[in-house]
C-alpha cells in the first residue's frame, strides 16, 4: 500500500492535485429554505449512504429547516428528513443553481457535490469539490471579466496559495474557508470565460513560498495610489517579506485618485474627543489647513499627536489612508490616492502589468518581494 502512495507521490503529480476543499455557501445568511435546480447533468441526493432520490434538469429540489431536522422535497413531495444530506454530481462538469428562499438571495451557480447540515437551527451548506474547480470561480470572482491571461494567472496562484496558507480557517463552521471576501469571494462557478481556465490549468498546482519556506502572505488590494503600503501601518503588525515601495502601474487607473469632502466640525470632532487634539493652539491648528502626503504616512499631521491615518479611514469610511486634505471652507476637502489597505498585490497595477505584457511570474515577483514559485506538492512533502 504504502509502495503505490509513493509511486502515486513521485509519478502522478495529478494526485496531489486532486484534492478536495469544502467551501461554506451564502456562510453570512441563517439559511431556513434553499431550493436547488440542476444547471447541467444530474445529481443524487443521499442520506448517510442510502441513496434517495436522483435529480435532472426539470425537477425542483428544495431543503427547508424545520423543528432541528432538515427536510428534503422533490417536486414538492417529501424525500426525506434527517440531520444531513449529501448532494452528489454525476460528472464532473455538472452543476446546481442554487436559490436561497428565506433569507432570500439572488441565485447562484456551482460543481460539485454539495453537504447539507444543521448549525444553529439553520442550514449549513457546504459546496465539496476539486480544488482546481473552485479556483477558477474565485479568480473569476476577485478578477472581474475582461482582463489579460496574465493577469489571472497570478490571481491563480494567490488564491492557491490563499487557500492552502488558511486551510483551515472556517474549522469549527465544518468546512475550510467562506465564500465572501472574509476568506476568498467565491461568488459562482467558472463562467464560460476560456481565459480563466486557462490561468488556472497553466498554473495547476503552483503555489508561492517566501524565503523561509513558508506560504507566502498573498495580501491584495484594488489600488495602492503609486505606493504601496506597510503592514505596520495598516495592521500594527510587521509582516515578514511585504513592505512599502512605489508602483507605477496604476497611477493612471480607475482607482488612483479619489475626492472626498468631509464637514470640518465633524473631522476636528473626531480628533479633539479621541485624541485630546490640541485644536486651540494656533501651531496645531494652522496644521489642519494644509496636510501632504509624499510618501505614505502612518499618521495624520505629525506622529507626536498619534493620530494613526488608519483610525481617520475607518472612521471617515475612506478609500484609502493616501491622501491630502486642506481645508475649503467649512469643509475638508481630501484628495487622495488608491483604494484599499494597500498591502501587497495591487490589483489595477498587476492588471495594468499584463496588458503590458509582462508575464504572470514578473507580476508576482513584483509585488511578492522574495517569492518562489514551487508545485505544491514540494509543499505538502515538507
Ligand atoms: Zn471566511
Ligand atoms: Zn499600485
Redesign the pocket.
Known amino acids: 500500500m504504502l509502495r503505490i502512495l509513493l509511486f502515486l507521490l513521485v509519478f502522478c503529480p495529478t494526485f496531489l492535485h486532486a484534492q478536495n476543499i469544502r467551501i461554506?455557501l451564502f456562510?453570512d445568511k441563517s439559511i431556513k429554505e434553499i431550493e436547488g435546480i440542476v444547471g447541467k447533468g444530474t445529481y443524487f441526493v443521499f442520506k448517510d449512504s442510502l441513496q434517495l432520490v436522483k435529480i435532472g434538469s426539470a425537477d425542483v429540489l428544495k431543503a427547508s429547516y424545520s423543528a432541528g431536522l432538515i427536510r428534503i422535497t422533490v417536486n414538492g413531495i417529501e424525500k426525506g428528513r434527517g440531520k444531513s444530506f449529501r448532494i452528489i454530481q454525476d460528472k464532473q462538469e455538472d452543476y446546481l443553481q442554487l436559490r436561497l428562499i428565506s433569507p432570500a438571495a439572488k441565485q447562484r451557480s456551482y460543481e460539485g457535490d454539495f453537504d447539507i447540515e444543521i448549525r444553529k437551527e439553520a442550514l449549513s451548506l457546504i459546496n465539496n469539490l476539486d480544488m482546481e474547480t473552485y479556483l477558477e470561480g474565485v479568480v473569476e470572482s476577485e478578477g472581474g471579466p475582461g482582463q489579460k491571461l496574465n493577469y489571472y494567472k497570478a490571481q491563480a496562484v494567490i488564491s492557491r496559495t490563499y487557500a492552502m496558507k488558511?486551510w483551515s480557517?472556517?474549522k469549527e463552521n465544518g468546512y475550510n474557508?467562506?465564500?465572501?471576501v472574509?476568506?476568498?469571494a467565491y461568488l459562482h462557478h467558472r463562467s464560460a470565460t476560456v481565459t480563466i481556465d486557462s490561468a488556472v490549468h497553466q498554473t495547476r498546482g503552483l503555489i508561492m513560498l517566501d524565503q523561509n519556506n513558508e506560504l507566502y502572505p498573498t495580501y491584495f488590494h484594488a489600488n495602492c495610489g503609486g505606493q504601496t503600503s506597510e503592514p505596520q501601518y495598516v495592521w500594527n503588525e510587521e509582516i515578514p517579506n511585504l513592505c512599502s515601495f512605489k508602483d507605477t502601474f496604476c497611477i493612471h487607473t480607475q482607482q488612483a485618485k479619489w475626492e472626498k469632502r468631509i464637514p470640518k466640525e465633524q473631522w476636528t470632532k473626531f480628533l479633539v474627543d479621541k485624541y485630546n487634539f490640541p485644536i486651540s493652539d494656533s501651531v496645531s491648528n494652522e496644521l489642519l489647513n494644509h496636510f501632504v502626503q509624499e510618501q505614505r504616512s502612518a499618521f495624520y499631521l505629525h506622529p507626536i499627536y498619534g493620530i494613526p491615518l488608519r483610525d481617520l479611514r475607518e472612521q471617515f469610511k475612506l478609500k484609502s489612508t493616501f491622501f491630502d486634505a486642506e481645508i475649503v471652507g467649512e469643509e475638508m476637502l481630501l484628495h487622495g490616492r488608491g483604494f484599499g489597505h494597500g498591502v501587497g498585490l495591487c490589483q489595477e497595477g498587476a492588471m495594468n502589468m499584463a496588458k503590458k505584457g509582462y508575464t504572470y511570474d514578473q507580476i508576482l515577483g513584483f509585488y511578492y518581494p522574495e517569492m518562489k514559485l514551487v508545485d505544491r506538492s514540494v509543499f505538502i512533502d515538507k
Do not use: T
Open positions: 461554506g456562510s488558511y480557517k472556517h474557508l467562506c465564500d465572501r472574509h476568506c476568498q
